[in-house]
């Protein structure tokens, strides 16, 4: 998990490894010490995980089952399904395995409850117990609470290996499950008397089994005990992530993944006290848990503190008697809601932290010369998760007050006079929403509907305007701070949180001093930003009469049945018209089909119809047909330039996209506004996608890419191999080249100028962040984009280009002075504010760019006429980590660009060091070379697969710009 070690090491192990070879002689002392080829008899780890334990001899034992002694190497997830499987099977009266998810290579996730025999026999009642604990609305009184915590046990979640490629904390979770379920000692008994414990052992078996498979490939039969050796790291995608190439320890509150609905859905079922998080850290390091250190979330529960400290003096004993080594607070913040600790604790659980020093499944030499074995690594995490059994087990009533305590507390509201009431208007864009709201509600956060319009205010919105009062409609989404899950409302739809002073002036101490920081992650997440909804927080609850929203699944697949519309064989419009407008009237034989951008189900469409081979055309302006209004970006289908097969195109691009789909009667507009058979209709060509994959490009960033085309939008891309292997770009009309970790030029380089002659004859390359960063080097001759520290010469060149593109959008004309021929400097209204001076010192900048974001939600100004931003608002929420500060002016089409400084920020921690440098710059560009045409994302635009107000400008560039931006020859 940590960064700095075996992350880091990882994932830019290969891009340095080049310039590491040219040092090894300098660096000779650095070097761990090498064990011998062979491991001596005395480094074997063969100590028990239990000593002393007997077990029940029906139950077939781990070896029985493995062929192998647990810890003896990393088992499979099929390896671990049986053993599972076999142990419920025998002992069904105190263990119980229930799958609660699929992966998107269909292993199948399990939780496991293992109780005492007379815990069993009353699992509904004991959840029952705790629901109504956890919700105290459901509570008699008092005395029933205090009945439930004399007479409940607690309930722990203990979860394993989330990154595939932390091995051990599943087999310490096979371990543990056989110990309790098998051991006939007292101690055993007791502990499931006053405890439900459910393992989640094994929480990315995709990632894992590739990993596993990775390793077993080059082992050979001497063992090799350097860390470095793919034999420990694998190679790319490496194991960290799923099918899909996604962190998911960062995806808990984003829930793109099967994996994470699942087990978010089976959480908030159980409602545990306890939640463990198992995972693995750099090689060379030792073991860490908790209490974390700043910065904290401001919405966990203050009690956490206290519980983590009794917890971890407890973890600690129970090393000191093995002897091994340990720490905490050092590098392990609290900031961040997406992670399962994080996440737990805002359900109200005591979240915890194990991280393991890796060895990739075999033994490894240290820093310090020492030999880790595997197993003792697996030894390591059994011991953390029974001593935090036994710790909760321990404190099990005053655990349970508190969770109660938290709830109540979470009911009555806050003391600090923050928003109470977060509000939703309906959206056009029923898609997006949807997913919104279905993300929340597999959180167990709880949603009403209005059923009648209202005003509300005092408001706040998302993009930092405030309001008096503003008229909401009936069927506005309401949810309140003061629920039992208030923490992680709070923590999800807050729309800019705070950190402290003290970690604040420590963490510029940090930047200024080390050049490093102490943030672990992002500091900026809020959801209703990443969507691109409007939405408000009022301080004044909405007195109007609700009903609760009852979506969500829990699992949801990526389209609902409920959703798909059908093509209106009358004209009939399925969805209410906007305000003012009137629905399409029927007709028999309709000149064209019309599909609004408004709504995301436009992609899906979209790329339907093309790969099947329909004749498609997008509206770069809003018309109108019978009166209902159509958005830029709208897709016109003329029945005419299709054949007879073009209505079951339609109905099947209707059931597979959930699109509403409008007939038009007649090409020609009611109003001014284009007719139908005009040139303001742009031609779409099929898009032939080659998406470059393997090392060195960033998995998550490649990852995120494949899946949302695959599983979102429904396309189909080929993945294209980077270095490894040449590509035939005659096969393609779109090549996305995403961010690497580091190496872009070498993976670039070797085939600029094929690449370049592509593009020139009318290919569309698209390329973000550093990969990007790449073509804007004068002397490639590529962009006419610049970094900023190449022209640090000619900043206000570039501040005078953004002020006047700005203004260009509401031009203001004063009719006089242009007939009396008044010739002014700059248009009327625009007051441009250079730098305060040319910054020709490029030490100074890169001083400034320490303080570069992590991670930020900041304003983007969007050119909504341009066509790689149809469907888009005018200003849009964008996420921006990193130094890298993309600078352009005519002749380059700036599709997005970053507001200016001063208005820059909406949420997370952006230094007015960073503001400076970022303002105005862009976010992604468009140029035309040749017949084709370059596209640079100066950022990840669909971020951690989530980021849906963003990805649509990745979803239009590919879409639409092999016909809107690049030209083809004609058929």
Not at 106 to 125: C, F, G, P, Q, W
Not at 414 to 430: G, I, K, V
Not at 591 to 610: E, H, K, P, S
Not at 808 to 837: F, N, Q, Y
Request: aromatic letters at 8%; one cysteine or more; hydrophobic letters at 40%.
């Amino acid at each position: 998990m940590v960064r700095d070690a075996r992350e880091w090491s990882l994932v830019h192990r290969g891009a340095a490894l080049g310039a590491a070879l040219l040092f090894v002689g300098a660096a000779a002392s650095q070097v761990p010490p090498q064990a011998p080829a062979w491991l001596p008899a005395e480094y074997r780890y063969d100590r028990a995980y239990f000593e002393g334990a007997t077990y029940d001899p029906a139950l077939p034992a781990p070896r029985e089952l493995l062929g192998f002694e647990i810890g003896e190497r990393p088992a499979t997830h099929a390896e671990m399904e049986r053993c599972l499987k076999a142990w419920a099977g025998a002992a069904p009266k105190r263990m119980t395995l229930t799958p609660y998810a699929q992966t998107d290579e269909r292993r199948t996730l399990y939780y496991a409850v293992i109780t005492s025999e007379k815990n069993h026999a009353r699992l509904d009642a004991i959840r029952a117990a705790i629901g109504k604990l956890a919700d105290p609305r459901r509570l008699k009184d008092d005395a029933e609470a205090q009945q439930i915590i004399r007479q409940t046990p607690a309930i722990a979640w203990m979860a394993y290996s989330i990154h595939g490629d932390e091995l051990s904390g599943a087999d310490a979770a096979l371990a543990v499950a056989y110990h309790l379920v098998a051991s006939r000692d007292a101690e055993v008994g007791t502990l499931l008397d006053e405890l439900v414990v459910m393992l989640d052992p094994m929480m990315n078996p995709d990632g894992r089994d590739r990993f596993i498979r990775q390793t077993d490939e080059v082992k050979g039969y001497t063992p090799n005990l350097d860390v470095e050796s793919q034999q420990h790291g694998g190679r790319w995608p490496w194991g960290r992530t799923n099918h899909y190439h996604a962190d998911l320890n960062r995806d808990w509150i984003l829930g793109v993944h099967p994996e994470t609905r699942g087990r978010r859905a089976a959480i908030v079922q159980w409602n545990p006290q306890l939640l463990v998080d198992g995972h693995e850290m750099g090689a060379h390091d030792t073991y860490l848990f908790y209490p974390p250190r700043e910065p904290f979330n401001p919405n966990i529960a203050p009690l956490l503190h206290k519980w983590w400290k009794t917890f971890a003096d407890e973890q600690g004993r129970a090393f000191d008697r093995f002897g091994w080594s340990y720490y905490t607070r050092e590098w392990a913040d609290f900031w961040y809601p997406g992670y399962s600790d994080g996440w737990g604790a805002l359900q109200g659980a005591v979240a915890i932290l194990y991280e393991q020093a890796g060895t990739g499944g075999s033994p490894i030499v240290q820093a310090s010369g020492s030999i880790l074995t595997y197993r003792e690594s697996v030894h390591h995490h059994v011991v953390s998760t029974m001593a935090n059994l036994q710790t909760l087990r321990a404190n099990r009533g005053a655990i349970l007050s508190d969770f109660l305590e938290s709830k109540r507390d979470a009911l009555a509201g806050d003391e600090d006079d923050r928003p109470q009431t977060f509000l939703l208007p309906p959206s056009d864009n029923a898609t997006r929403m949807r997913a919104f709201l279905d993300n929340l509600h597999n959180q167990g956060i709880e949603i009403d509907i209005t059923q009648q319009a209202s005003a509300a205010g005092p408001l706040r919105d998302a993009l930092g305007n405030a309001y008096e009062s503003r008229d909401l409609p009936a069927g506005t989404y309401v949810i309140q701070r003061r629920q039992p899950r208030g923490a992680l409302v709070g923590a999800l739809l807050d729309f800019d949180p705070r950190m402290s002073t003290e970690f604040l002036n420590s963490e510029r101490k940090e930047l200024e001093t080390k050049r490093q920081t102490r943030i672990y992650d992002i500091t900026g997440w809020c959801l209703p930003m990443a969507y691109g909804l409007e939405a408000y927080w009022s301080r004044a609850a909405v007195e109007v009469p609700c009903r609760p929203y009852d979506g969500g699944t829990g699992i949801l697949p990526v389209l609902q049945p409920d959703r798909t519309r059908s093509v209106p064989a009358t004209g009939e419009t399925p969805l209410p018209p906007r305000t003012g407008e009137t629905p399409v009237p029927p007709t028999e034989n309709p000149y064209a089909w019309v599909i609004d951008a408004g709504d995301d189900a436009w992609q899906r469409a979209t790329a339907f119809l093309l790969q099947a081979g329909a004749t498609c055309r997008v509206a770069e302006k809003e018309f109108r047909v019978a009166g209902r209004t159509f958005r830029p970006g709208s897709l016109l289908i003329r029945r005419h330039e299709n054949g007879p097969e073009l209505a079951q195109r339609l109905q099947q691009a209707a059931e597979a996209s959930g699109a509403t789909i409008y007939a038009a009667a007649t090409a020609r507009s009611p109003d001014d506004a284009p007719d139908l058979g005009g040139q303001h209709f742009l031609l779409l060509r099929r898009p032939r996608v080659a998406l470059l994959s393997d090392f060195p490009t960033s998995a998550y960033v490649q990852g995120a890419i494949w899946r949302l085309f695959d599983v979102e939008v429904g396309l189909s891309l080929s993945l294209a191999g980077a270095v490894e292997r040449g590509i035939d770009l005659r096969r393609y009309n779109v090549l996305i080249v995403p961010s690497t970790w580091g190496a872009a030029e070498r993976m670039l380089e070797p085939s600029s100028g094929e690449v370049k002659t592509w593009v020139e004859s009318g290919g569309t390359l698209i390329a973000i962040g550093d990969s990007a960063a790449y073509f804007t080097k004068p002397d490639r001759k590529w962009s006419e984009v610049r970094l900023r520290p190449d022209v640090l010469d000619k900043l206000s060149e570039y501040a005078t280009a953004a002020a006047l593109e700005r203004a260009a959008r509401t031009p203001k004309v004063e009719s006089g002075k242009v007939w009396d021929e008044t010739v002014e400097a700059v248009p009327a209204g625009v007051k441009i504010e250079p730098p305060p001076g040319e910054l020709k010192d490029k030490a100074l900048d890169e001083w400034r760019s320490i303080f570069s974001p992590v991670g930020v939600i900041v304003r983007g100004e969007v050119n909504v006429e341009h066509w790689l931003a149809f469907g888009c608002p005018p200003e849009l929420p964008l996420h921006a980590a990193g130094a890298e500060v993309f600078l352009s002016k005519h002749p380059v089409q700036t599709a997005v660009r970053f507001a200016a400084a001063k208005r820059l920020r909406l949420s997370g921690l952006l230094w007015p060091e960073a503001a400076e440098r970022l303002g105005d710059s862009a976010y992604v560009t468009v140029e035309r070379i040749g017949r084709g045409q370059l596209i640079l994302f100066a950022q990840d635009p669909d971020f951690r697969g989530a980021w849906h107000g963003t990805r649509r400008l990745l979803v239009n560039a590919v879409l639409l710009g092999p016909g809107c931006g690049a030209s083809a020859p004609m058929p």
